[in-house]
């Protein structure tokens, strides 16, 4: 009890799950959809709440670009709150004294999961640019192979935003029979010329960095400047231009008149630039090119094909949107609503009036807490036959 | 025999066959596809606009979809549904024409209810007393209502003739009782079963 006291002295965060630990598997190999192989492949994972008998209740939920496999909970490596604490806990939407939730870090990321920062055992030295391309299909069959090594047969949901939300998408693709219900939240069916446009500005940032050296910079140099100021663009497409104005205005930062300098004076170039700043140190550059490319990759299929791939499907979906989200605009999750009940799939769909942008749907909010919980309760009744 | 609190659920109620497919265009809080999905096993799906509508439907566990039916219904097929339901929506809407006729496209059926503006308490509110009726089936105050079409039995009657609607049928009732004497003057509200020509 002191120790957890010192230790919550120590860090500040506090939450109901307590202290959460990032464990890992390792299996022999993937098949890649480019056709190469990676091996080993090691996904560093977490899990909240108590897998039940009937191994019926588990919940996976995918993250984001740049999102890890600490969801929730306080990390004991780092004393950082999960990404997804708002959502996940005893009693919350994600009700961990319910459901048994998991969320696993993705292929090419670099928290924990193998990807291009990891040791090539053919080389004994960081993959770098020679890790193989991965898709958000590869992802989702990493996934798969997590979930099958818990022995669950079947995921009662599987939950994200933006690329997480794509992961939804993909494993009911992937695996029809294995997902009872599904929960894509501020994203699309496949990603557009605009959305490619600012992943590739990102990436062109980071490989113009001289640091970054052909991506061979482990242990020699770090391309900070180009990957601060992909993680700036990035930022810019996750707030709306109300959400914007609300933060900051035309506010100069400690200082009452302009300095007819190139310096950062207003509040939003300090903001992205603080942005940028804690980003490098947490986030490896290479990891960034390959995950934005496996999202430019992101294409389900033509709406025809999947009308008929998800035809009479028994999942249920619960799809989310963002009335101010420009990056992920809730006309693509009506794009998929629209797929999915042309196929006769069971879909319920809100726009969810916020002034955040696309990032809104990680920020504490009670209509997606609620849409969740109901929808989840709803479906877990039914389930049980109650 | 079920007991409805609202008669025009049991109206619609007692015309939807088990099992059929039902699109409910500003369904509100759900309650209605609650009823049909549980009772009579209909596969539903609502369409509202007002967000709030939205997480009450969610918590009833009701298939729903946030969007607006005046934007006309392009993501559904013609003749998709059994059943479409326009349950006191159409005087809601700003285009009732474009709405009626997209239900018919995208339904066998359409179901359409109103509030009857020739009822005699609202001719009196006007006629008499020369205000904006305001009656059980019409609450509201004329600055706040959500209403935009205020029409009667018999304008939507020579509505359907005109626009080649066929009706199978209307009832007319006030409170629980069916009117069927001089039903334009003594009944308060409307349903209407209609069929494309």
Redesign the interface.
């Known amino acids: 009890m002191v120790i957890e006291l010192v230790k919550e002295e120590v860090f500040g965060e506090k939450s109901p799950l307590g202290y959460t630990e990032t464990k890992f598997f390792t299996f022999d190999a993937l098949e890649l959809e480019s056709g190469e192989v990676l091996s080993p492949v090691t996904i560093a994972y977490e899990t909240y709440g108590t897998l039940n008998e009937k191994k019926d209740n588990a919940i996976l939920i995918c993250h984001a670009l740049t999102g890890d496999a600490h969801a929730a909970g306080v990390s004991k490596e780092t004393g950082k709150l999960g990404w997804w604490e708002i959502m996940i806990g005893p009693g919350k939407a994600f009700d961990t004294d319910k459901y048994f939730v998991i969320c696993s870090n993705v292929i090419g990321g670099c928290k924990g999961s193998t990807g291009p920062s990891s040791i090539n055992p053919k080389t004994g030295k960081p993959y770098g640019m020679s890790f193989p391309v991965v898709t958000i299909k590869d992802m989702v069959n990493a996934q798969a192979k997590l979930i099958e090594h818990l022995r669950i047969e079947r995921l009662f949901c599987v939950a994200g935003g933006s690329m997480g939300g794509m992961q939804v998408l993909q494993w009911v693709y992937s695996y029809p029979n294995k997902v009872i219900t599904a929960i894509p939240i501020a994203t699309t069916l496949r990603h557009t010329p605009l959305q490619i446009a600012f992943n590739e500005v990102g990436r062109r940032a980071i490989m113009s960095d001289p640091e970054w050296m052909g991506g061979d910079y482990y242990g020699q140099s770090f391309p900070a400047n180009g990957l601060a100021v992909a993680r700036m663009i990035g930022h810019i497409t996750y707030m709306s231009d109300l959400s914007m104005k609300e933060k900051f205005g035309r506010k100069l930062r400690n200082k009452e008149k302009y300095g007819y300098d190139f310096e950062a004076e207003f509040e939003v170039e300090q903001y992205l630039k603080y942005r940028g700043e804690t980003f490098v140190q947490r986030f490896d550059a290479n990891s960034y090119l390959y995950i934005t490319k496996a999202i430019d990759y992101f294409n389900l299929g033509d709406n025809k094909d999947l009308i008929k791939r998800f035809y009479n499907l028994p999942t249920k979906f619960l799809v989310i949107s963002y009335s101010h989200d420009w990056l992920y605009p809730p006309y693509q999750s009506r794009e998929i609503v629209k797929v999915l009940k042309y196929a006769w799939v069971d879909v319920t769909y809100c726009e969810i009036s916020s002034t955040y942008g696309h990032d809104a749907f990680l920020i504490k909010n009670a209509e997606q807490e609620h849409l969740v919980t109901h929808f989840l309760n709803n479906a877990y009744a039914k389930l049980k036959g109650e | 025999m079920r007991h409805f609190e609202r008669f025009d659920f049991k109206i619609i109620f007692d015309i939807i066959e088990q099992g059929s497919k039902v699109l409910d265009l500003g369904c509100g809080d759900g309650e209605l596809l609650r009823i049909l999905t549980e009772h009579k096993s209909v596969?539903g799906?609502g369409i509202e606009n007002d967000?709030k509508m939205?997480?009450a439907?969610?918590?009833?566990?009701v298939?729903?979809?946030?969007?607006d039916i005046d934007e006309g219904l392009p993501?559904?097929?013609d003749k998709f549904f059994d059943y479409v339901i326009l349950n006191f929506t159409l005087q809601e809407t700003k285009k009732p024409k474009k709405v009626i006729h997209e239900a018919l496209r995208v339904g066998e059926k359409v179901i359409v209810s109103f509030p009857n503006f020739a009822y005699y308490p609202v001719r009196f509110y006007l006629g008499i007393l020369g205000k904006t009726p305001r009656t059980k089936a019409l609450p509201y105050h004329w600055d706040e209502t959500p209403n935009l079409h205020y029409f009667t039995i018999k304008d939507f009657i020579e509505f359907c003739e005109r626009e080649n609607i066929k009706i199978v049928f209307y009832k007319a009732f006030t409170e629980h009782r069916l009117i069927k004497f001089l039903p334009n003057f003594f009944a308060e509200k409307a349903v209407f079963l209609l069929k494309g020509a």
Request: charged share 30%; proline share 6%; net charge negative.
């Open positions: 596969r799906v967000e939205i997480y439907c969610v918590s009833k566990g298939t729903v979809e946030h969007g993501d559904f097929p």
